[in-house]
Antibody, heavy 118, light 107 residues
Framework: EEQLLESGGGLVQPGGSLRLSCAASGFTFSNFAMSWVRQAPGKGLEWVSAITGSGGSTYYADSVTGRFTISRDNSKNTLYLQMDTLRVEDTAVYYC???????????WGQGTLVTVSS | DIQMTQSPSSLSASVGNRVAITCRASQTISNFLSWYQQKPGKAPKLLIHAASSLRSGVPSRFSGSGSGTDFTLTISNLQPEDFATYYCQQSYSPPYTFGPGTRLEIK
C-alpha cells in the first residue's frame, strides 16, 4: 500500500528556515515525480513545487521561487522541501503527493503544519 | 502562468440530484486537467485525471469532460458523502495551478 508521511513542520519566526520531509513507502519511489502542495488555513489548495523521478528537473510556484528548494533522496525514498526566508503568508498545511505520469496527484500524505509567526 | 477559474464558487443541492462544476483555463491545456475532492481536515483525493479518466475506486457517478480551456465535473445521483469541496488543477505547464475550489453543500 502506497504511503506518504510528512514531517518537519512547526512554528518558525519570519525570516527563518525549515526543512520538510516526506517518507514514501509501498511503491518504487524513483519512478515517480513528486510534488508539494500547501493549504493556508481556511483557503484553497496552492501547488508549490515538483521534482522529476530522477531529481534532474525541478519546478516552483512564483510565490516560493528563490526561497524554497525541492530535492529527493531516492536511496532513502524521501522527498524534501527546504524553506528559507519564510514569511507569515507561508503559514499552511504542506502536503506531499505522488505525480501520475498522465497528470494529476494520486497519493497524498496527511500533511504537516507550518506556522510562521513572531 | 496559466490561471484556473471555477464556477460556481459554492453550490447547494439535495441527495439524488445531479450537479455540474465547471473549470476554465486561461489558455489551452489540452486534456491535462484533474479533479479533486477534499473534505474538512483531510488531504485531497484524486477523482479524475486527463480530463475524463476516472481514478480506480472512484464511483462511476463522477464523470469529467472537456478539452482545451473548458472542463466540467458532473456528479450524478448525489450521495451524502459527496458533500465536500472540489478543485480542478492543470498539469499542462508549470506552475501546475489549482482552481479556487467549489464548495458543494447539502440543501
Amino acid at each position: 500500500e502506497e504511503q506518504l508521511l510528512e514531517s518537519g513542520g512547526g512554528l518558525v519566526q519570519p525570516g527563518g528556515s525549515l526543512r520538510l520531509s516526506c517518507a514514501a513507502s509501498g511503491f518504487t519511489f524513483s519512478n515517480f515525480a513528486m510534488s508539494w502542495v500547501r493549504q493556508a488555513p481556511g483557503k484553497g489548495l496552492e501547488w508549490v513545487s515538483a521534482i522529476t523521478g530522477s531529481g534532474g528537473s525541478t519546478y516552483y510556484a512564483d510565490s516560493v521561487t528563490g526561497r524554497f528548494t525541492i530535492s529527493r533522496d531516492n536511496s532513502k525514498n524521501t522527498l524534501y522541501l527546504q524553506m528559507d526566508t519564510l514569511r507569515v503568508e507561508d503559514t499552511a498545511v504542506y502536503y506531499c503527493a505522488q505525480d501520475l505520469a498522465a497528470g494529476g496527484l494520486d497519493y497524498w500524505g496527511q500533511g504537516t503544519l507550518v506556522t510562521v509567526s513572531s | 502562468d496559466i490561471q484556473m477559474t471555477q464556477s460556481p464558487s459554492s453550490l447547494s443541492a439535495s441527495v439524488g440530484n445531479r450537479v455540474a462544476i465547471t473549470c476554465r483555463a486561461s489558455q489551452t491545456i489540452s486534456n491535462f486537467l484533474s479533479w479533486y475532492q477534499q473534505k474538512p481536515g483531510k488531504a485531497p483525493k484524486l477523482l479524475i485525471h486527463a480530463a475524463s479518466s476516472l481514478r480506480s475506486g472512484v464511483p462511476s457517478r463522477f464523470s469529467g469532460s472537456g478539452s482545451g480551456t473548458d472542463f466540467t465535473l458532473t456528479i450524478s445521483n448525489l450521495q451524502p458523502e459527496d458533500f465536500a469541496t472540489y478543485y480542478c488543477q492543470q498539469s499542462y505547464s508549470p506552475p501546475y495551478t489549482f482552481g479556487p475550489g467549489t464548495r458543494l453543500e447539502i440543501k
